[in-house]
């Protein structure tokens, strides 16, 4: 072999080393950048799935809270079409019928509230400035002789640049609230108003009842035939306020 080959054969190499140390070093480069890139993201993902979350959670506590204080106040009704009211108060005890709110109602009627109040509330995660897209799925409420607890299911999809990721966390509040026991003291109330003669209760017999479970029983006289009851349990507060149980006999 020439020398002048041997040269060129020795300058081939060097050329073709030097394009594999650059090809190797763009890729390790390239590399470094996406898991930078990939990283920035992850924490930016991770930065706005939480704050999505702690919406949903703030906005989860303020509408359970104003719709146990509503259906409260409707008697434990959500929607009060086909009841007979006084003032927006529905009767427990009318025309020797009873319609006491059973537990069940009175969670389907909370559950209705939420999924209605629920989206209003959330408006796209307005100010956020996030991109997602929810949906409400499911809310369970179910009562227990503490209180109640709230289940959401609300999945949520969140984009990033062209990337989009899931959520699906678990969102559940617990509010204490004597709904058990203000429900059972109401047909107590209901029975002895259904006692009454010639427009006139037992005033007694409400006192009784009240010191009996603690709680404080109003009446208010709309007619000869109808009175509005409030049965107010001053040791829970709900947003602030003593929780109460409203209705008419």
Same mark, same amino acid.
């Given at each position: 072999?020439?020398?002048?080959? $041997? ?16 090809? &190797? ?8 950048? /996406? ?29 359970? !809270? ?23 108060? %529905? ?5 020797n019928k009873t319609d006491v709110p059973t537990i069940n109602s009175y969670e389907e009627s909370l559950e209705r509230y939420l999924q209605s109040e629920? %989206? ?13 897209? +929810? ?16 289940? !959401?299911?609300?999945? $949520?999809?969140?984009?990033?640049? #062209?990337?989009?990721?899931? !959520?699906? %966390? ?29 427009? +006139? ?9 009240? &010191?009996?479970?603690?709680?404080? $029983? #109003? ?8 009175? $509005?009851?409030?049965?107010?349990? /001053? +040791? ?5 306020? %003593?929780?109460? !149980?409203?209705?008419?006999?």
């Amino acid at each position: 072999m020439k020398k002048g080959q $041997i040269t060129a054969f020795i300058i081939l190499g060097l050329i073709i080393f030097v394009i594999i140390g650059f090809s &190797v070093y763009f890729k390790s480069s390239l590399t470094e950048k /996406l898991m930078v890139q990939r990283a920035e993201e992850t924490v930016l993902f991770e930065e706005k799935s939480l704050k999505v979350k702690d919406y949903v959670k703030s906005c989860l506590e303020q509408k359970t !809270l104003e719709g146990i204080r509503l259906v409260s106040e409707y008697g434990g009704f959500f929607n009060l079409t086909g009841k007979q009211t006084i003032t927006h108060r %529905p009767y427990f005890f009318y025309d020797n019928k009873t319609d006491v709110p059973t537990i069940n109602s009175y969670e389907e009627s909370l559950e209705r509230y939420l999924q209605s109040e629920i %989206p209003f509330c959330i408006k796209n995660f307005e100010g956020l400035e996030v991109k997602a897209v +929810s949906q409400l799925k499911k809310v369970n409420v179910k009562a227990n002789d503490n209180g109640l607890s709230v289940d !959401l299911d609300y999945p $949520i999809t969140i984009s990033i640049d #062209n990337s989009e990721s899931n !959520l699906n %966390p678990e969102y559940v509040q617990t509010i204490k609230v004597p709904l058990k026991k203000m429900l059972g003291v109401s047909g107590e109330v209901v029975l002895e108003a259904s006692k009454t003669v010639n427009g +006139s209760y037992c005033a007694t017999c409400f006192y009784d009842l009240a &010191v009996k479970h603690d709680i404080q $029983i #109003n009446m208010a006289y709309f007619d000869e035939k109808s009175s $509005i009851f409030h049965l107010t349990d /001053l +040791s829970t507060k709900i947003n602030g306020e %003593p929780y109460e !149980l409203a209705f008419a006999a």
